[in-house]
């Protein structure tokens, strides 16, 4: 069984990643990808398991991020789009070298709730994993929905959501029970201060599953860090104000 990630690449110029995040695959960023070919070679992934690289396996960050690794470009600015941004960020930690700057979007160095600390609720992330394990679809489907909950435009944004996802073959079940462990119990908050590049930090103001008073914490804890928070998007601004996103990633890439 091959361990090639499934990865397609668009566009001329300086290299630039996408990552997306749990339950997904690569088609949810084309939107953006037919904006950032005009400046960048874009190359995007599905991540092991998830789409075109079902094939593919992974238990651990780490496993992932090497998988991811092999067939990346040698240096590119990395974006990661909420478990993407715990991936880019492992990346931009562990593997500095492959990363001239890195994008998070609507990502947390610590997805769960803990103390005062923002975020998802243990409880949720638990009731996650068991509902998996009654009804796959019917989970993803409500993953799917809440992406956009709050956003003016939730509905078209689900669907459009829904139709970019389902066109590529259903995440393996390993994958994703894997990845809620990696949301449940990643804590990388500590090592922000490590991160040796330009980091851009972008939110949706209406995200319930990244709260944007993450955004003032982590201003905090990374202080040189810069971060923009997009005013009618949830948890997928890049589909939401699609092209305000594009213009973000273009002017932080560049400058």
Request: some cysteine; overall charge negative.
């Amino acid at each position: 069984m091959s361990e090639v990630l499934h990865w397609q690449t668009e566009g001329e110029g300086p290299d630039l990643v996408l990552i997306h995040g749990w339950g997904m695959n690569g088609a949810v960023w084309d939107q953006t990808v037919e904006i950032l070919k005009h400046e960048y070679r874009v190359h995007v992934v599905d991540l092991p398991g998830y789409g075109h690289s079902g094939h593919c396996c992974a238990s651990s960050i780490e496993e992932t991020a090497l998988l991811v690794l092999q067939g990346a470009p040698e240096q590119a600015v990395w974006l990661g789009w909420s478990l993407g941004g715990l991936i880019a960020t492992h990346i931009a930690l562990n593997h500095p070298a492959r990363v001239k700057k890195l994008i998070t979007v609507a990502s947390s160095p610590k997805f769960a709730a803990q103390d005062e600390w923002r975020g998802i609720q243990p409880k949720v992330l638990k009731a996650f994993t068991s509902q998996l394990v009654d009804d796959f679809q019917l989970t993803i489907e409500r993953f799917m929905a809440l992406q956009a909950m709050g956003s003016p435009t939730a509905r078209q944004d689900v669907k459009a959501l829904k139709e970019k996802v389902l066109s590529r073959p259903a995440p393996r079940p390993e994958a994703l029970f894997s990845g809620l462990k990696m949301l449940s119990d990643i804590d990388m908050r500590t090592q922000l201060s490590d991160i040796s590049v330009p980091l851009l930090r972008l939110y949706g103001r209406l995200d319930g599953l990244v709260p944007v008073q993450v955004a003032n914490d982590l201003n905090t804890l990374v202080p040189e860090s810069q971060s923009c928070i997009f005013s009618r998007s949830s948890h997928a601004p890049f589909i939401t104000e699609t092209d305000d996103f594009c213009h973000q990633v273009l002017e932080f890439a560049a400058s």
